[in-house]
């Protein structure tokens, strides 16, 4: 075939040539190889993106251990139920999931709902329930209903971040209590605390300033080793990982929860295993939501919620407790640059390798060196903008920040989101109501015409009962529904009832430029529609009876 000429696409030293993917040493890559080089998109690296994520998931990695622990610890189940999970929901979401570089694990906002289910039945049906969660949320993906976490208000995202934020940084201080002579919980003091203090200090000087130096090393991973590398050549006494909990294990276990497979098992686990499916999803997706605006990219939802549903799913039938994005690590890595998926999987695999291998290593972590990463964190999670809106925006959006921001510290995120959606919803109802109006004129015939503005619907039906006289208007009256908008049922029968007031007066109404469902459903108004084929609106009403 001389003459011919083969072009090979694809990155430096890997090309594809004819379908087959060959190095540029002409030795064919292995199929499973390839499989997995796509899946992560490593292909599409860069040296400096490869670096970066790696450097990212091990920090993440560290940072989730003593969250982990905690975590589980709260639910009371032992720590490697909260390791395992952090290590199979981190895996499976960042390798499936739709928004790369978020970061998914045990949360906390799941193990308190978690803790009253354990301490009345078992950690057997904790795991039942975790499998039930996945399940659950598989089914949302499904039906596609994650792309509604769009509809969610800006100001309802503005108090999730900053309720998250203030969750995150109030956490922290559980690690200043310690166990008295007595087994009393104590706070710290006298020289414990001064260390403490001292070595977060140091660790947040680290973050803060490394980067004005250097960016060769994620400065969140240096401060960890340099106060970790310090308290033990110095010999200091402080507390450390290891006093959580030991962290060494081996390879999570296939096993099937141990629970009667019965309607009662149902009755027990259906109500938590709904309620960490929306709290779950709820956590996620505005966690991606804000990863999107931060990064300036568009992840996923209802991949992100498949992924997330079959990661618990398959973390249930393995000893773990199930899990959700974790606004904390991921905004670790967002810091750090990395939004590729190969951060979330090396955390998986750095968490992994420390309950394997480096549990004795990762056990003298100071915890004050975490405590100062998670403050930093929580400092730059907080949208300090939000406390400068104060007469730039409408007053309801202050209150609407500051009530989810509110019971997300004092309740739960789930609760925060729903009353912060409801609120909003109902504000922007009757701020919407009150934009209803009309124009009257006399024309040609004598018959007075209402020229109606604005929508009609629930929030406005009394606004546009009291535009219009009945026992004041001509004979002959005239509605112009052109410049307006029939929105639901309520508008519908707010229709009705008024031709009804100008029939009882022995008027004669005229309705103009209503859509064709209009047609369909108004009932006493229905014989006073003219109709314009050319002009008549053709927009829908919100109603059931059209299906």
Partial sequence: MAGIKIKCLGSPGLFHCGGQQINSTGNTLPIKLEKILSLLSIKKYSLQEVRTNLLSGLTVALAMVPEAIAFA????VSPLTGLYAAVLVSFITSAFGGRPGMISGAAGSLAVVMVA??????AEYLFATVVLMGILQILFAVAKLGKFIRMVPHPVMLGFVNGLAIVIFLAQFGHFKTVAEDGSTVWMNGDSLYIMTALITVTMAIIY???KITKAIPSTLAAILVVSFGVVFFGIDTKTVGDLGTIAGGLPSF???QVPLNLETLRIIFPYSLILAAVGLIETLLTLNLIDEMSNTRGKPNR???AQGAANVITGVFGGMGGCAMIGQSMINVNNGALKRLSGVTTAVFLLSFILFASHWIEMIPLAALIGVMFVVAEKTFEWGSLRLYGKVPKPDLLVIILVAGITVIADLAIAVIVGVIFSALVFAWEHAKQISVKTHINEQGWKVYELQGTIFFASIS??????SPIDDPQDVAIDFKNAKVADHSALAAIDSLAERYQSFGKSLHLK??????????????GMIEVNVLEDPTYHIADNKLG
Avoid: R, T, Y
């Fill in 73 to 76: 610890l709260i639910a009371h």
């Fill in 117 to 122: 289910l354990v301490v009345q039945h078992g």
């Fill in 463 to 468: 606004a546009f009962q009291n535009l219009f």
């Fill in 513 to 526: 430029h209503l859509s064709h469902d209009c047609l369909e459903l108004l009932d006493k108004a229905k």
């Fill in 255 to 257: 096993h099937l929860p």
């Fill in 304 to 306: 992100e919620s498949m």
């Fill in 209 to 211: 300033l490394l980067p």
